[in-house]
């Protein structure tokens, strides 16, 4: 009997310390506790506690021992308590349109860049071009009390609009323009842009141009664009009828760029350029050309937007604005953390932040037009 009670109390699991085999009969959960770091450090669970809040408060030998036991025990701080504790929640919600677009999770890449070395994690939600979808997201992500919110585009229903008023946050709002944002702005016209694409193709002596997209309900950027378009048409082209080739039912894909080429070859004959409202889409109607014995830009030259990786490797290789996407979600990061850093210290008086910051897009002139 003495001999197998003994048996049963050394029978630790290989490669676990006897500190945390006992924090789990203690709590009666697989959770390694503030205390069994303690414990294995040496100090006390303060020490503990004031290292991981604040590591570079604490001095180099203790904060080597607390680390260092972090890591043997593998202990995961609850960060739910100790946000609870701060009421901060150091969380960013970001709402983009969709997760699969390359230039949005460019944009996120920014934020991530200036966000996780502040101590910060980012929830993504997509709303697949859906005010609606939108609304409902905003409102679930509220939920979770985030320190900031992160939007693409300046479009909203009057709900999502008085819910991030009410919430007292910093949001900021990227990838368009506006003369009244929620809080904060960082963008550029997407409807400038396209005015600057259509005064290059007349100094380079294109005759008639047709934009040429797919615009889904609800996606107000390539709306912009559009808009643009006609606007440069009747300030370089007077005279010239605006055409353009539009659906809303086509995936956001390179195949669809091939459909839209075809179609747009049958509305409009003689025209001799296509402004295409993504890179996407011009990518696809540019490796359709070959097969369809259109030479690009002898034959019909293709512009794009966006400057997609891909865009400089095609041949010819894409004329398209540039975005500064990873930008604007680095400046939108700072902009963010500046605000909760004042709302922590209570300051007051003019803040050091803009509420709206533009950003330069410019064009990429190459040899598609």
């Not at 069994?36 to 408060?57: C, F, I, N, Y």
């Not at 999770?105 to 101590?119: F, M, R, Y």
């Not at 380079?204 to 889904?216: D, H, L, M, W």
């Amino acid at each position: 009997m003495t001999a197998s009670k003994r048996d049963t109390s050394d029978s630790t699991p290989a490669g676990t310390s006897k500190v945390a085999t006992r924090g789990r009969a203690r709590t009666g959960t697989n959770t390694i506790t503030m205390a069994d770091v303690a414990k294995v450090a040496g100090v006390s669970a303060q020490t503990v506690s004031r290292v991981l809040r604040h590591p570079e408060g604490s001095a180099p030998h203790i904060r080597e021992r607390v680390l260092e036991a972090v890591k043997s025990t593998n202990y995961v701080q609850n960060l739910a308590a100790s946000n609870l504790a701060s009421n901060r929640s150091m969380t960013i919600a970001a709402v983009i349109p969709m997760i699969s677009s390359s230039v949005f999770g460019e944009t996120v890449q920014g934020l991530s860049n200036v966000l996780i070395p502040a101590g910060y994690q980012i929830i993504i939600g997509h709303t697949d071009y859906q005010e609606a979808r939108e609304e409902a997201l905003v409102r679930s992500l509220l939920g979770r009390r985030p320190d900031a919110f992160f939007l693409v585009g300046t479009r909203h229903t009057k709900s999502t609009r008085t819910m991030l008023t009410q919430a007292g946050i910093p949001v900021v709002e990227t990838w368009d323009w506006t003369a009244k944002p929620i809080d904060q702005l960082v963008g550029f016209s997407n409807q400038q842009s396209f005015v600057d694409m259509v005064a290059y193709l007349k100094s380079a002596g294109y005759q008639y141009p047709a934009f040429v997209g797919s615009i889904r309900q609800g996606d107000d950027r390539a709306e912009g664009r559009l808009k643009g378009y006609i606007k440069g048409m009747k300030l370089h082209y007077p005279g010239v009828e605006p055409r353009s080739t539009v659906v809303d039912d086509l995936p956001y894909m390179a195949s669809s760029g091939r459909i839209l080429l075809t179609l747009a070859r049958e509305q409009h004959p003689d025209c001799d350029v296509l402004m295409f409202s993504s890179d996407l889409l011009a990518s696809g109607a540019l490796l359709a050309c070959p097969s369809l014995g259109i030479e690009v830009p002898k034959d019909l030259a293709i512009t794009g937007f966006g400057d997609y990786e891909i865009a400089q490797e095609l041949r010819p290789a894409l004329t398209t604005v540039f975005v500064p996407s990873t930008h604007m979600g680095e400046e939108a990061a700072r902009i963010m953390l500046a605000r909760i850093s004042a709302a922590r210290m209570n300051a007051t008086g003019h803040p050091s932040y803009p509420q709206k910051l533009r950003v330069n897009y410019e064009l990429r002139i190459r040899q598609s037009a």
